[in-house]
Nanobody
Framework: QVQLVESGGGWVQSGGSLRLSCAAS????????MSWVRQAPGKELELVSI????????RYADSVKGRFTISRDNAENTLYLQMNNLKPEDTAVYYC?????????????RGQGTQVTVSS
């Protein structure tokens, strides 16, 4: 059974930083592209960033380029998202997600999510 457990969310002031973590289990993490997706109230699910199974290729939403960094540790089955210079528009529930392929923007499984709130 695939399990994705996010942690590290919280409240931060504009310009602050947070680091999200995702502990993965129940599948071969090292063979899966992984991502962070987010959903703000009243908005659709948005792909924030995706990383290939090797950790050698990444993509970012234009809105977070230069501020967020995705990374993974295949030995520890853990995915990370370093978020710097956070803005109020980054406020959302952030989900760790597994993809069937790196080129697919929509995930097949995601976790329960962690709330990130950025105040101005």
């Amino acid at each position: 059974q695939v399990q994705l457990v996010e942690s590290g969310g919280g409240w931060v002031q504009s310009g602050g930083s947070l680091r999200l973590s995702c502990a993965a289990s129940g599948f071969d993490f090292s063979l899966s592209a992984m991502s962070w997706v987010r959903q703000a109230p009243g908005k659709e699910l948005e792909l924030v960033s995706i990383i290939n199974k090797f950790g050698s290729s990444t993509r970012y939403a234009d809105s977070v380029k230069g501020r967020f960094t995705i990374s993974r540790d295949n030995a520890e089955n853990t995915l990370y998202l370093q978020m710097n210079n956070l803005k109020p528009e980054d406020t959302a529930v952030y989900y760790c997600a597994k993809h069937l392929a790196y080129y697919l923007n929509y995930p097949d499984v995601r976790g329960q999510g962690t709330q990130v709130t950025v105040s101005s």
